[in-house]
């Protein structure tokens, strides 16, 4: 039953037979600009190169801005825009009602990293299979300009003064709690999104995407970490990143020898770092909070797939749960026998 | 007294230890031994919120009436803690009996009590176990003790202790041989003075032996439940690590060999709730089991949930507030918290078990009433439901078969459209029950995914800021509430005796008022009784307060919580109504009950 919707406007379609309107949401009411809206953009554009089915991808977000984002994208699938900073936990249970869907989770800077640590790191922690998106522009905006706890030390915002405290780190709090997929991105470099997007997508496990996103109402001074011209002036992408779909030949003369690395995913996918200048190494976590660390002292925006292990087993693998989803379990499988009753009356002395 | 000048199967034995010192296994093995007796039999545990070291009683009543309620003297004292020695015999009732260590230090200030000397050291130096084990199984001495005094025979604490230690025979002989070793010095040594004894008789027949939370758990299992998400809090702990128990023995699925079920614990409540919601949301069947405290963190979730119209089961095992409180003493404090929680207006429905089996019951109902109405369900147990040991009847396997409610997969909502002009939102009320139809998390159907939300929705699930919009779906969720009345479990009342007086109570109350009752009745006084077993109260809880002349409510906490809601719901009766609230972090006796109730004015 995944018969597309008719729309007689289709030209081109993907291997599912959807077009891309198939996977579009409703027009955005976020301000004219908005990074999360170029980011909604290029989930919609991921999706369709990767052939999802709509009503096979599950969308979850707590609250704030990006939270409000699903809206604009998959407008067929199911989502559930629940409380702020406590999305994981929902999506935890929505995802075991049917472990077979695609989990895309947005959140925020706010979302994440101030209400909701607690839970992000939990659900890290757990390996639970989804892309979890932090739109992070440093700023609430729907509550018109507080600092968040990712905002740089020394920022200045028009109602708050200059913020005293220096900031959290979401790569680096997400590699610490021993996350498989920690990637960074700026919401200015679509390409870069969508292939760290697409990479994000095939994990069997928690990815960690944390894409800078510039608020362009409440948040966008030229020396901020979180604005379009600080993104696009130190912008240090890590590599060039192709990713690679299961079953297609490599074409390793698109790939100079030597100069790329290529990630082998859980799905047979391939995720293809081009070298830029220094030999970094994404399965390497020490050397990726290195890394981290680094960037911060020469106030560069590294982007990248920063760390990656497609093998550790995901939340899912680790329980006894059947390959259908378990919200098809029909009753009887449910409810015990009488017989199971007289047994457990039995034991009960 | 009966002709032979015994107390049979009448009485209250209270065992006072320091915890963490294995005294457990003692008790529960004499509590098991009595009940395969075919004693009606019951235990309150009175225990410090503490791992080891402090003062703990354990008390064990007989009753050859089923009476089931804690009594507020006791008859025996088994005195293991020297600390508590004087305290102690303060308690004991006129003429009871005092068993102690022989090497205690304890001067006697009272005349009538009948004291009996054991020497555990040497029975237990004796014993071949272990130095370490000493400790616990000096514990056993009190049991041998008992039997040879009561009249128990040795046998059935052999069952007991094989019972307890599942058949494995080494803790098995080493705790048996203690007690035999002190029923024979018994027998040789002591000298029956008192009164009391433990006769066989028929009083458990169809009956088991267990506590709430463990009822609640296989309740829940038996009624499906397939997510739990939970996070520990005493005194809720046991009832999840009950599910962990006994799901893996009957919710595995033969053909496959995997789990038909989830359980996650989860970093605090906040996303235990959050866990359960998602789950629910998911078309699982889902709960999640706290305590005050934790119910205080899931607040704002459940105001999701009943929002966003997620089925949700939230097991809430009362102990003392405000904020900590006193986690292991008990209370039906949450009543007005479970029925308020969260922003906003909002309903609630909560069931509130009135017995163990009732406990077993509520567990799988709960679902059923949950998906029916698609909206979270509290279900109200209490700490002297959930952690202590009762006899209770046998568990009756439900009695309907599961109510999923109105959910659509791929061909239901194929039918669907054809019926209803090719059109299906989510929150449309087709049927005029105020109850919506659901689809769920990977129905392929092409209009089957909806997008769920806390912030203001119309029909269709979409945001707006349009009023019309917003009050059409709160006034048509109040409807649901309306009509969903008719899936709770109604009161029950007894109005056998055709009384003026009229009793109201819930809970882990009720017990007490059964007893007190029939102490009331021996005096000429008559009181009907009606037992709250779910909110929001419906049609045959006016008729009560309409019938009768004067009410009394029950409560186990300080404000007099179910009688504030009753007064709430039905001012036109509050002024005849006496509210008897009662918070000391114990179960209610029915002694208290009578007292109060013959202290009313119009009463005589």
């Known amino acids: 039953m995944t018969t597309p919707l008719p729309n007689p406007a289709i030209q081109t379609v993907n291997k599912a037979g959807l077009s891309k309107g198939d996977y579009k949401g409703l027009p955005s009411t976020l301000c004219q600009g908005c990074g999360h809206n170029g980011v909604a953009a290029q989930i919609v554009a991921a999706c369709y190169e990767m052939n999802l089915v709509p009503e096979k991808v599950v969308k979850f977000s707590g609250i704030g801005c990006s939270s409000k984002s699903p809206t604009y994208f998959l407008g067929r699938s199911f989502s559930f825009n629940g409380l702020h900073g406590r999305m994981p936990s929902l999506a935890l249970g929505g995802m075991f009602a049917d472990h077979t869907l695609k989990a895309i989770g947005v959140s925020g800077d706010g979302d994440t990293a101030s209400i909701g640590l607690g839970q992000f790191k939990h659900m890290v922690r757990r390996n639970l299979p989804m892309v979890y998106i932090v739109e992070n522009n440093g700023v609430y905006g729907l509550t018109k300009g507080q600092f968040s706890a990712t905002a740089e030390r020394g920022l200045q915002l028009k109602k708050q003064g200059t913020n005293p405290y220096l900031p959290v780190d979401i790569a680096m709090e997400a590699l610490i709690s021993n996350a498989t997929f920690v990637a960074r991105s700026f919401a200015g470099d679509p390409r870069q999104v969508k292939e760290l997007l697409k990479a994000a997508i095939a994990h069997n496990g928690i990815a960690v995407l944390d894409i800078i996103s510039p608020c362009v109402t409440f948040h966008n001074h030229e020396n901020s970490f979180h604005s379009y011209s600080f993104g696009k002036e130190h912008e240090e992408p890590l590599h060039e990143i192709s990713y690679v779909p299961p079953k297609e030949d490599i074409t390793v003369e698109d790939f100079e020898e030597g100069t790329t690395r290529e990630v082998v995913m859980h799905d047979g996918s391939q995720v293809v770092l081009k070298k830029l200048e220094k030999e970094y190494d994404p399965r390497d976590r020490w050397q990726a909070l290195h890394m981290l660390e680094d960037a911060h002292s020469h106030d560069w925006l590294v982007t990248g797939l920063i760390y990656v292990d497609p093998e550790v087993p995901s939340m899912f693998d680790i329980y006894n749960i059947p390959e259908t989803p378990l919200n098809r379990t029909p009753n009887e499988k449910l409810r015990p026998s009488r017989e199971a009753l007289d047994e457990v009356n039995r034991l009960m002395f | ?604």
């Not at chain 2, 014993?127 to 039997?147: F, H, K, Q, T, W």
């Not at chain 2, 009745?521 to 006016?542: A, M, N, W």
């Not at chain 2, 002024?575 to 609230?581: D, I, Q, V």
């Open chain 2, 1 to 604: 007294m009966s002709k032979q000048g015994l107390v049979v199967n009448d009485f209250c034995i209270t065992f006072s230890t320091v915890n963490g010192s294995g005294s457990a296994t003692a008790n529960t093995t004499l509590m098991r031994a009595l009940f395969k007796m075919g004693i009606p039999v019951s235990s309150k545990n009175i225990f410090p919120s503490n791992i080891q070291g402090l003062p703990t009683w354990y008390t064990l009543r007989l009753s050859k009436d089923g009476y089931m309620g804690r009594v507020e003297q006791d008859d025996i004292i088994v005195a293991m803690n020297p600390a508590t020695l004087h305290k102690e015999v303060q308690y004991l009732a006129p003429g009871g009996v005092f068993l102690l260590p022989d090497d205690f230090n304890f001067e006697n200030p009272r005349e009538d009590l009948i004291i009996y000397r054991m020497p555990v050291k040497k029975l237990v130096k004796d014993a071949e176990v272990p130095p370490s084990l000493r400790d616990y199984i000096s514990n056993m001495v009190y049991v041998g003790v008992l039997c040879f005094l009561l009249g128990i025979d040795l046998d059935l604490i052999h069952q007991a202790l094989d019972f307890q230690f599942k058949g494995r025979q080494k803790p098995i002989d080493q705790n048996y041989q203690v007690v035999e070793a002190a029923y024979l010095w018994s027998k040789q040594n002591l000298v029956k003075k008192d009164p009391y004894a433990a006769e066989k008789m028929h009083g458990t027949d169809d009956c088991i032996m267990t506590d709430g939370n463990t009822a609640g758990a296989l309740g829940s299992i038996f009624g499906g439940v397939q997510f739990t998400g939970w996070y520990p809090i005493t005194p809720a702990t046991s009832l999840a690590e009950s599910l962990i128990e006994y799901l893996p023995k009957y919710r595995v699925d033969p053909e496959t060999g995997k789990d038909t079920y989830a359980v996650v614990q989860s970093e605090d409540e906040l996303a235990a709730i959050g866990m359960a919601i998602g789950a629910g949301w998911g078309g699982l069947r889902s709960m999640t089991s706290t305590s005050g405290p934790g119910l205080s963190l899931m607040s704002e979730y459940i105001g999701l949930a009943y929002y966003a119209e997620v089925p949700v089961v939230i097991w809430d095992v009362q102990r003392v507030g405000p904020s900590t409180g006193m986690p292991t003493r008990t209370a039906q404090g949450d009543l007005t918290q479970a029925n308020f929680i969260s922003h906003g207006d909002k309903n609630m429905i909560i069931l509130i078990p009135g017995s163990i089996q009732e406990c077993f019951e509520f567990g799988w109902r709960a679902f059923d009433i949950a998906e029916r109405l698609q909206t979270p369900v509290i279900v109200l147990s209490d700490l002297d439901f959930g952690m202590n040991m009762w006899t209770s009847k046998k568990f009756e396997y439900p009695d309907q078969p599961m109510d999923r409610g109105k959910v659509l997969w791929e061909g239901d909502m194929e039918e669907f459209l054809a019926k209803h002009g090719g059109e299906w939102g989510r929150y449309r009320d087709v049927d005029g029950d105020g109850i919506p139809w659901r689809t769920l998390p990977g129905n392929t159907h092409p209009k089957s995914g909806y997008f769920a939300r806390g912030t203001s929705h119309n029909e269709d699930t979409g945001y707006t800021e349009d009023p019309e919009k917003w009050e059409i779906i709160f006034n048509r969720i109040a409807n649901k509430f309306e009509t969903g009345k008719q899936y709770l479990p109604k009161a029950i009342a007894d109005e056998s005796q055709k009384a003026a007086l009229g009793i109201i109570a819930s809970g882990s109350a009720d017990p007490a008022v059964q007893e007190a009752r029939d102490l009331l009745i021996k005096q000429g006084i008559k009181t009907d009784y009606l037992r709250i077993r779910s909110l929001p109260f419906d049609t045959e809880v006016e008729d009560f307060l309409k019938k009768h002349e004067q009410l009394v409510v029950l409560d186990i906490n300080r404000d007099g919580q179910l009688n504030q809601l009753l007064t709430m719901t039905y001012p036109a009766y509050a002024a005849k109504t006496t509210s008897l609230a009662h918070l000391d972090g114990l179960p209610l006796n029915a002694k208290w009950v009578e007292t109060q109730i013959l202290s009313l004015k119009e009463v005589k």
